[in-house]
């Protein structure tokens, strides 16, 4: 799985976070931190968790009425990341107990993470992608303010362009474009020659396979053609592990982004890029605390030293014993499964930097389980205590769930082998396949008011039905796709997608049918649910005749 890639299918919306257990807890102080940063004294998070201390109700999130989960997913946003490491913790509450000016701090970090990294520069962002941001800016802008406080209006700007290979499109870019920029994608190296121009400020790239060593347009084939024309590329390399010194700066790229919150383990909110001093010179100005596009994504001075420390952290970690850590966690979960007949697991384990995680893979026939795993994994993720994994239809006929250990406390796996075993042991009747008969044809032009979180937008829906089976199009305010689904008794359900270059959008439609109106819910993943009204369109379309003309015209 690569960084950052939207998952098709998932049981949940995208899940995630990193949690070590005690074996990858440093006490050792860093090298570069002052006399008051004294990780011996922080509290070991080494507790084994239990079902009792997991459920219990003095839980900060409980109190708001929120229930936490076990992450075996991996480290997504949308669950908060990872768990920063003591030493992190450590270092930015020592942050929070001084004022410092911002500039100053930039500078003192900057070189320390050239120097801990073996990069030109380093800088700490609010975020990755806010570090795509200002990257971007800087290389629009090349450190003058009066185009920084222009953006995005970058008209009259002699650089406006950012070249893209169409494998690198990706729900991150929006931070790139953010910044107003014209996006050029190109697929091959004739395509890149001929893109490249006096407006092009940057190649942003994304680490995924079509960028790898060996690929006809790899990163190093990139820069072969960029360099000679002073062209930078920044390259994404968010969920990636940390190398020293970047694989990537070595393979050509100018400036490499991470998440702090992924496998460095630091702060959630922080990113790290490192790189050119020039260009992380005129994104830090491009960024909070200074007043421009980039006031929007402020990180503070505890994020900032923060972000240092998971650095300092990384290169003293025993990543093999982590590692080895995980493994053996999987193996827990995959013993306890194996004890059900006609259960089968498998470890994957990964070759790339992205998300460098084992996975482990447990599938099973779901006309003998009469379940699937999208239905074991939606259990385990909606009942305490709550689980999230991932599932999978295999192309054998089998179903499947998938699980991440790296994220977990030391004990959660045991809670987690015995949630799996309880749920997909359970004895389950035969499904039954018969579809209940339609209450009415559906059939036809529908107007559709889709009732947002604050406005109302006009859709409509051709619809096409065939006994329980529907098929047509769904039309939005920007665009028309195809939509399907069925309808028994009164119960429609319906799907449509919107397919865009790094961005994808499912409206999944559940009403019922009263007379000539459809009414419901719809479910839209990580942009999370609307309503909808339907009313059949009964005007009857204008009649006229054709006349096909005889010959060619006498008159234009």
Same mark, same amino acid.
Request: charged share 20%.
């Given at each position: 799985?690569?960084?950052?890639?939207?998952?098709?299918?998932?049981?949940?919306?995208?899940?995630?976070?990193?949690?070590?257990?005690?074996?990858? %807890?440093?006490?050792?102080?860093?090298?570069?931190?002052?006399?008051?940063?004294?990780?011996?004294?922080?509290?070991?998070?080494?507790?084994?968790?239990? %079902?009792?201390?997991?459920?219990?109700?003095?839980?900060?999130?409980?109190?708001?009425?929120?229930?936490?989960?076990?992450?075996?997913?991996?480290?997504?946003?949308?669950?908060?990341?990872?768990?920063?490491?003591?030493?992190?913790?450590?270092?930015?509450?020592?942050?929070?107990?001084?004022?410092?000016?911002?500039?100053?701090?930039?500078?003192?970090?900057?070189?320390?993470?050239?120097?801990?990294?073996?990069?030109?520069?380093?800088?700490?962002?609010?975020?990755?992608?806010?570090?795509?941001?200002?990257?971007?800016?800087?290389?629009?802008?090349?450190?003058?303010?009066?185009?920084?406080?222009?953006?995005?209006?970058?008209?009259?700007?002699?650089?406006?362009?950012?070249?893209?290979?169409?494998?690198?499109?990706?729900?991150?870019?929006?931070?790139?474009?953010?910044?107003?920029?014209?996006?050029?994608?190109?697929?091959?190296?004739?395509?890149?020659?001929?893109?490249?121009?006096?407006?092009?400020?940057?190649?942003?790239?994304?680490?995924?396979?079509?960028?790898?060593?060996?690929?006809?347009?790899?990163?190093?084939?990139?820069?072969?053609?960029?360099?000679?024309?002073?062209?930078?590329?920044?390259?994404?390399?968010?969920?990636?592990?940390?190398?020293?010194?970047?694989?990537?700066?070595?393979?050509?790229?100018?400036?490499?982004?991470?998440?702090?919150?992924?496998?460095?383990?630091?702060?959630?909110?922080?990113?790290?890029?490192?790189?050119?001093?020039?260009?992380?010179?005129?994104?830090?100005?491009?960024?909070?605390?200074?007043?421009?596009?980039?006031?929007?994504?402020?990180?503070?001075?505890?994020?900032?030293?923060?972000?240092?420390?998971?650095?300092?952290?990384?290169?003293?970690?025993?990543?093999?014993?982590?590692?080895?850590?995980?493994?053996?966690?999987?193996?827990?979960?995959?013993?306890?499964?194996?004890?059900?007949?006609?259960?089968?697991?498998?470890?994957?384990?990964?070759?790339?930097?992205?998300?460098?995680?084992?996975?482990?893979?447990?599938?099973?026939?779901?006309?003998?389980?009469?379940?699937?795993?999208?239905?074991?994994?939606?259990?385990?993720?909606?009942?305490?205590?709550?689980?999230?994994?991932?599932?999978?239809?295999?192309?054998?006929?089998?179903?499947?769930?998938?699980?991440?250990?790296?994220?977990?406390?030391?004990?959660?796996?045991?809670?987690?082998?015995?949630?799996?075993?309880?749920?997909?042991?359970?004895?389950?009747?035969?499904?039954?396949?018969?579809?209940?008969?339609?209450?009415?044809?559906?059939?036809?032009?529908?107007?559709?008011?889709?009732?947002?979180?604050?406005?109302?937008?006009?859709?409509?829906?051709?619809?096409?039905?065939?006994?329980?089976?529907?098929?047509?199009?769904?039309?939005?305010?920007?665009?028309?796709?195809?939509?399907?689904?069925?309808?028994?008794?009164?119960?429609?359900?319906?799907?449509?997608?919107?397919?865009?270059?790094?961005?994808?959008?499912?409206?999944?439609?559940?009403?019922?049918?009263?007379?000539?109106?459809?009414?419901?819910?719809?479910?839209?993943?990580?942009?999370?649910?609307?309503?909808?009204?339907?009313?059949?369109?009964?005007?009857?379309?204008?009649?006229?005749?054709?006349?096909?003309?005889?010959?060619?015209?006498?008159?234009?």
């Amino acid at each position: 799985m690569k960084r950052r890639n939207v998952l098709k299918q998932l049981a949940m919306i995208p899940l995630a976070g990193t949690i070590l257990g005690k074996e990858s %807890v440093l006490a050792e102080t860093p090298k570069g931190f002052s006399a008051n940063f004294n990780p011996s004294k922080v509290t070991q998070t080494n507790e084994v968790s239990t %079902v009792a201390s997991f459920m219990a109700a003095d839980n900060i999130f409980r109190s708001i009425g929120v229930e936490p989960l076990i992450n075996c997913r991996g480290a997504y946003t949308i669950i908060g990341g990872c768990l920063e490491l003591p030493p992190v913790r450590e270092a930015m509450e020592a942050a929070s107990h001084n004022f410092v000016q911002y500039d100053e701090l930039a500078a003192g970090i900057g070189q320390r993470l050239a120097d801990l990294t073996k990069s030109e520069w380093g800088m700490v962002s609010a975020g990755c992608a806010a570090g795509m941001k200002h990257i971007t800016a800087a290389c629009v802008t090349g450190g003058d303010p009066e185009k920084l406080i222009r953006i995005p209006d970058l008209s009259g700007f002699d650089k406006n362009e950012v070249i893209i290979p169409l494998y690198s499109r990706n729900t991150y870019d929006h931070s790139i474009r953010n910044i107003g920029v014209k996006i050029v994608h190109v697929t091959n190296v004739a395509e890149l020659e001929k893109a490249i121009n006096p407006k092009t400020a940057m190649i942003y790239v994304n680490a995924v396979n079509g960028s790898f060593t060996g690929q006809p347009f790899s990163l190093e084939v990139i820069a072969g053609v960029a360099k000679p024309k002073n062209i930078p590329i920044l390259i994404d390399a968010a969920a990636e592990n940390l190398t020293i010194p970047s694989v990537h700066i070595k393979r050509g790229a100018d400036v490499v982004a991470y998440s702090g919150g992924k496998a460095i383990r630091g702060p959630q909110c922080a990113g790290l890029m490192l790189g050119r001093k020039d260009i992380l010179e005129s994104a830090w100005q491009s960024s909070s605390p200074h007043h421009g596009p980039g006031r929007d994504n402020k990180v503070g001075r505890e994020e900032m030293i923060g972000m240092m420390a998971a650095v300092e952290t990384w290169i003293k970690r025993d990543h093999d014993a982590e590692y080895k850590s995980w493994l053996t966690r999987l193996n827990t979960i995959a013993k306890k499964a194996l004890t059900i007949e006609g259960v089968k697991t498998s470890i994957i384990e990964p070759e790339e930097l992205s998300n460098k995680h084992p996975t482990l893979w447990i599938s099973w026939d779901p006309a003998k389980f009469n379940v699937t795993g999208y239905e074991i994994a939606e259990e385990l993720g909606s009942t305490k205590p709550r689980v999230a994994i991932g599932s999978k239809d295999q192309t054998d006929g089998t179903t499947s769930i998938d699980l991440v250990s790296s994220h977990m406390k030391e004990g959660e796996d045991t809670i987690v082998a015995e949630r799996v075993y309880e749920i997909l042991n359970r004895k389950r009747s035969p499904k039954s396949t018969a579809m209940a008969a339609p209450s009415g044809n559906i059939g036809g032009q529908w107007d559709v008011d889709v009732q947002f979180f604050s406005s109302t937008i006009k859709h409509s829906f051709n619809i096409q039905q065939d006994g329980n089976w529907i098929n047509g199009s769904h039309k939005s305010q920007f665009d028309e796709r195809s939509i399907g689904g069925t309808i028994e008794g009164n119960q429609v359900k319906l799907s449509s997608t919107i397919s865009k270059p790094g961005d994808q959008i499912t409206f999944y439609f559940s009403g019922n049918l009263t007379g000539d109106s459809i009414s419901g819910d719809i479910h839209m993943g990580e942009y999370r649910t609307a309503k909808f009204t339907a009313v059949r369109n009964t005007t009857k379309p204008a009649r006229r005749k054709v006349l096909v003309p005889k010959g060619p015209p006498l008159a234009t």
